[in-house]
T-cell receptor, first 110, second 115 residues
């Protein structure tokens, strides 16, 4: 599995945007970029995914670099409920497995 | 509510006990997974089942025995565990194949303590 690199932790203030970076320099052409997050005492939950183009959904936006070697998850207005560990994961088009790294612990300050 | 239900939520067992973890998904998915999350460590994939058949076993010790009687149910049978097996055990499901994409849905996990 291609590896991703994320900062161990980040902090944000409530109602401000948050940009969570992820490096994946060994990404292959068939790898999708997925983001999951894990709130305290919960299982991980899906946030967003993309291949080449930027993506938006009700939870977040995903900005993908033109060379696909990095991506950024954008939370437009952080809330206290967004405090979680955010995982950036590469997954093959046809593969079923998700391989989790250590993720980024996001702290949101009131 | 994610559509994936795990029971029990908490379990304390002795090293000589036998217990089972249960997972049920109500999403119509064809793949199910067991993950282990130890303190301060990333989630580790343990087993993968596609269409009730085990397709992946990531060198998991034989004291962990999975069972998938149908596409909606997944069990993890536990026997003669060690204290270092104490962890959060997470079940997930997804739809694989068919050309489309669905994300994985996780249960809330079973917090296992081995004493």
């Amino acid at each position: 599995d291609a590896k991703t690199t994320q900062p161990n932790s980040m902090e944000s203030n409530e109602e401000e945007p948050v940009h969570l970076p992820c490096n994946h320099s060994t990404i292959s052409g068939t790898d999708y970029i997925h983001w999951y997050r894990q709130l305290p005492s919960q299982g991980p939950e899906y946030v967003i995914h993309g291949l080449t183009s930027n993506v938006n959904n009700r939870m977040a936006s995903l900005a993908i670099a033109e060379d696909r070697k990095s991506s950024t998850l954008i939370l437009h207005r952080a809330t206290l409920r967004d405090a979680a560990v955010y995982y950036c994961i590469l997954k093959e088009t046809s593969g079923s497995r998700l391989t989790f790294g250590e993720g980024t612990q996001l702290t949101v300050n009131p | 509510e994610t559509g994936v239900t795990q029971t029990p939520r908490h379990l304390v067992m002795g090293m000589t006990n036998k217990k089972s973890l249960k997972c049920e998904q109500h999403l119509g998915h064809n793949a199910m997974y067991w993950y282990k999350q130890s303190a301060k460590k990333p989630l580790e994939l343990m087993f993968v089942y596609n269409f009730k058949e085990q397709t992946e076993n990531n060198s998991v010790p034989s004291r962990f025995s999975p069972e998938c009687p149908n596409s909606s149910h997944l069990f993890l049978h536990l026997h003669t565990l060690q204290p270092e097996d104490s962890a959060l055990y997470l079940c997930a499901s997804s739809q694989v194949g068919g050309g489309g994409y669905t994300e994985a849905f996780f249960g809330q996990g079973t917090r296992l303590t081995v004493v």
